[in-house]
């Protein structure tokens, strides 16, 4: 599913209401969406935003609020670059011009009846969460849904307070890993990938839903595979250097296809002949 | 009542074994368990055992000087806790805590390199599991390595 917009190239200016620091890198930005009238949804889990800082630039930004408030839009990041980092700086009453929302989204239709094993390594959560939110909204038409994270270090976890409410309920596994910690640490020490061969999902009926550094989701989807999860139920959510958004400056392409418009989120079968390949 | 060696037999790390093999190990094992912060294992001590966690979480650690310990990988249910005992000179490199309540069987190194020289077919099959394990964690050392989470916007 996605939720497509009347003009793309067409910059709106929206407010910011918040801005949250989660970890010493990585911000959220909370603006106002003066453009949703209230009916319908204003953007499907796993699109993105073009947010422009007016005079520094524009930059791709995956949507991580809740699908179900299309009136707020929320956007986590980290600083990578010119841009993030001035946007880093915004406080609530600034304004930053955002066009979207685009993209394709992460199949949630297609998991209903089925387990649904969503894993996220680094700043990934941020574009699965309105994933998870959706599922959680209609949590009787999904199996079991799993939720495996993992970080550098404890320092690095995103929304730590909602992830202490994912573990605290009955219908949802979460199981966190970090690279490296602290002997008071309690939790997992270990890559992501090392969740997957114990994690309560039936392979035979799971959809995955994977983001993160592509060599991240490289070695992810060979677990799943050795798992016995078929290629056709595994999504992921590529990143390239988008800039118009819509498939018409090509800035994006990955292989045949355009990661602004085919993508971000695909099916791994579709792109399986590029997935991890040096020069495409 | 469970037998040893059934339960034995159950642990995905003998998981298909011949149960002459299951049988000749059992005389090697015995139960243990370990309460949250016992350490199992200290770097540089005799490495005479592994153990095959049932229960609870273990946490492989290094001690820095600057740093305290670091926590460089969790097993769990199912997972096999050292492989010092198998090469020379049969000592711990790292530290294991327990990190909550640990169940595990205790294997005698001592015991089963003697029952490994004896009868090599058991030798070949152990090694054989052993291989799978190194092979899994050396990947995921390697995985650790690269710095997976490093960028994404």
């Not at chain 1, 980290?78 to 600034?94: K, N, Q």
């Not at chain 1, 596994?173 to 061969?197: F, K, M």
């Not at chain 1, 992921?236 to 498939?247: I, P």
């Not at chain 2, 152990?126 to 092979?135: C, G, Q």
Request: glycine share 10%.
């Amino acid at each position: 599913m996605a939720v497509s917009v009347e003009d793309p190239m067409l910059t709106r200016p929206c407010r910011v209401q918040r801005m949250r620091m989660e970890t010493s890198d990585t911000f959220t930005i909370e603006l106002e969406n003066p453009c949703h009238n209230g009916a319908g949804p204003g953007f499907a889990p796993g699109q993105f935003n073009m947010l422009y800082l007016f005079g520094v630039g524009e930059v791709p930004i995956s949507i991580c609020g809740d699908p179900a408030r299309p009136e707020v839009l929320v956007h986590t990041t980290r600083e990578v670059g010119s841009v993030t980092r001035a946007m880093r700086r915004l406080r609530p009453g600034d304004v930053l011009g955002v066009r979207g929302p685009f993209g394709t989204g992460w199949p949630v239709d297609e998991a209903v009846g089925k387990d649904v094993v969503l894993i996220a390594g680094g700043i990934g959560l941020a574009p699965l969460r309105p994933a998870l939110y959706a599922l959680l909204e209609r949590r009787d038409e999904f199996g079991k849904i799993v939720l495996l994270y993992g970080t550098r270090s404890p320092d690095d976890l995103l929304y730590q307070r909602e992830l202490e409410k994912w573990r605290a309920r009955f219908d949802l596994n979460v199981y966190v890993t970090v690279d490296r910690a602290a002997g008071r640490w309690r939790g997992n020490v270990g890559v992501v990938t090392t969740l997957i061969p114990g994690a309560p999902f039936d392979p035979l009926e799971t959809v995955a839903f994977v983001c993160g550094p592509e060599v991240m989701m490289r070695f992810t989807v060979q677990e799943l595979e050795r798992r016995g999860v078929a290629k056709e139920a595994i999504y992921v959510s590529m990143e390239r250097n988008m800039k118009c958004g819509v498939g018409l400056c090509g800035h994006c392409q990955f292989g045949p296809f355009f990661v602004c418009k085919d993508g971000p989120v695909f099916q791994y079968s579709k792109i399986e002949p590029f997935f991890g390949k040096r020069e495409v | 009542m469970e037998t040893l060696e059934r339960i034995l037999a159950e642990h995905p790390f003998f998981e298909g074994l011949d149960p002459r093999h299951l049988k000749a190990i059992e005389d090697c094992a015995t139960n243990v368990r370990f309460k949250p912060d016992e350490y199992i294992f200290r770097e540089g001590e005799e490495a005479n055992w592994f153990y095959l966690i049932r229960q609870g979480q273990v946490a492989l650690e290094v001690f820095h000087l600057e740093q305290g310990s670091i926590i460089i990988q969790t097993l769990g249910p199912g997972d096999v806790l050292g492989w010092s005992w198998l090469i020379p000179p049969y000592r711990w490199r790292f530290d294991a805590r327990a990190l909550e309540h640990v169940r595990a069987f205790a294997l005698d190194g001592r015991c089963l390199r003697t029952k490994c020289d004896e009868s090599p077919e058991l030798g070949y099959a152990l090694l054989k599991r052993f291989a799978m394990v190194l092979e899994q964690r050396l990947q995921a050392t390697r995985l650790q390595l690269l710095d997976l989470y490093s960028v994404r916007r």
